[in-house]
């Protein structure tokens, strides 16, 4: 398995600002992905961090509301922006290695927007 | 994404008991996870299946890649208070590389 940092691990948020969720990973791997859990419900996945590149975005996830950098093998941030209630969620980063037969979890960023 | 039912949603079973949850897809993946979560956690791997017809076991856990590769389940042996969560199939359709969840499986055992 990986050892997966995210910061924060929660935040309370004021509506119309951003918010930077960082993970950080303790040996390189090949796939970063970034999730979305909604309270109660499953994990939706937001994008993949492709390392030196734009991130590949799911249906229903743009770019502009969550930027996502990968500057290296072993490090991404997901930004929130233009925050609203309806971003209150769970935020998690998983990570995969060579093969990407595996996926591995953080312990997510639990956000609020009041 | 890709859009995977899990059933049942919810189980509410003694101690002791076994346990079975199963996962199907409209389309055919490569590798299916079982994830466990605990409150306040990330998902925890279980299990993890690679072909069609693998049958793994981790402990009380056995899992199963089903033969058409729509659809996979998770058996838990000789439930105990431990085993309380919510339970998550993953799956990864080819070609990509994204996996993609069910929709879980919250799990209850009684003393």
């Known amino acids: 398995s990986a050892v997966i940092s995210q910061k924060p691990s929660r935040d309370i948020c004021q509506r119309g600002t951003s918010l930077t969720i960082q993970c950080q990973v303790d040996s390189q791997v090949t796939m970063m992905f970034w999730y979305r859990q909604q309270p109660g419900q499953s994990l939706t996945l937001i994008a993949t961090?492709?390392?030196?590149?734009?991130?590949?975005?799911e249906s229903g996830f743009v770019i502009d509301k969550f930027p996502i950098s990968r500057p290296n093998l072993t490090f991404s941030t997901l930004t929130v922006s233009n925050m609203s209630p309806e971003d209150s969620s769970i935020y998690l980063c998983s990570v995969a290695r060579v093969g990407n037969t595996e996926a591995f979890f953080g312990q997510g960023t639990r956000l609020t927007v009041v | 994404g890709q859009q995977l039912n899990q059933s049942p949603q919810s189980m509410f079973i003694q101690e002791g008991e076994d346990v079975s949850m199963n996962c199907t897809s409209s389309s055919i993946f490569n590798t299916w996870l079982w994830y466990k979560q605990d409150p306040g956690e990330g998902p925890v791997l279980l299990i993890a299946l690679y072909k069609a017809g693998e049958l793994t076991s981790n402990g009380r856990l056995t899992a199963q890649f089903g033969i058409t590769r729509k659809d996979s389940f998770l058996n838990i042996s000789a439930s105990i208070p431990s085993d309380v969560g919510i339970y998550f199939c993953a799956g990864r359709p080819p070609p990509g590389n994204q996996f993609y969840f069910g929709t879980g499986t919250s799990l209850t055992v009684i003393p």
């Open positions: 961090a492709n390392q030196g590149s734009e991130a590949t975005y």
